[in-house]
């Protein structure tokens, strides 16, 4: 906030940010003129496919998930998952606490969240795919019913860099794909009875208010009682949605407030564990 109030170009390597309080940061953009470039992968994509047809209206988005270790796991047998196997991602070398988030899904839940703080769309008008490759990264659907796919070898260099020399691109060292050795690219909806992160991401989208924040708040608090073996991996989103069903829904005007909320979202949860 403090970068975009001083009017700066704001390369955001987080979620959380926007979030919690995207709708403040953008009118703050818009007063000060500040521009957010987003570096999460999935976001950056979305934001090369608009550059290149930026006078066309977008129909839709569409996020991409590799889905995780536990693709194709369901509820019975994902309540037995261990902190060690949840760390385990098949395409990525990530930080601990989003790679959980890769593994419930509540990764991708917060890109929804995030999609809409970055390009003001409903829940409706944002997509989630299931692409096991992590080679597309987003897809931009356009009113005359074709789709502009931004594809790459998975690699955080890459979006990183876009950023960081947007508006120009160079050589940082990623290998380019090899599509005859990939053999193939592959597709499925989100399992959202087994994942229910996703959907919990969702109503915090639809129903607005301090939802997000205590979604985001439960999150981390959750996520950080697993890896501690405190909490099984199926408690995470029954904690996320015993907090939001705890929530006002009240819509937090400034930052204080949602700072108030994220805190008290925080004991709310650590009194739950440690009951």
Known sequence: MAAASAGKVVCVANKESLVLAGPLIRRECART???ILPVDSEHNAVFQAVLSRPALPIKRIVLTASGGPFRGWKRDRLATVTAAQALKHPNWNMGAKITIDS????NKGLEVLEAHALYDLPSERIGVIVHPQSIIHALVEMEDGSSLAQMGTPDMRTPIAQ???WPHCSDVGVPAMDLAALGGLTFEEPDVQSFPCLELARRALR???DLAVALN????EAVSAFLSGTTGFMDIPALIERAMDACSGDEPEHLDAILRQDAATRRMVRAWLQA
Not at 103 to 106: D, H, V
Not at 217 to 220: I, R, S, V, Y
């Open 33 to 35: 003129g500040a521009v």
């Open 103 to 106: 593994a419930t899904l509540m």
């Open 163 to 165: 950023c960081l020399n």
């Open 207 to 209: 129903e607005g208010g």
């Open 217 to 220: 708040a439960a999150n981390e």
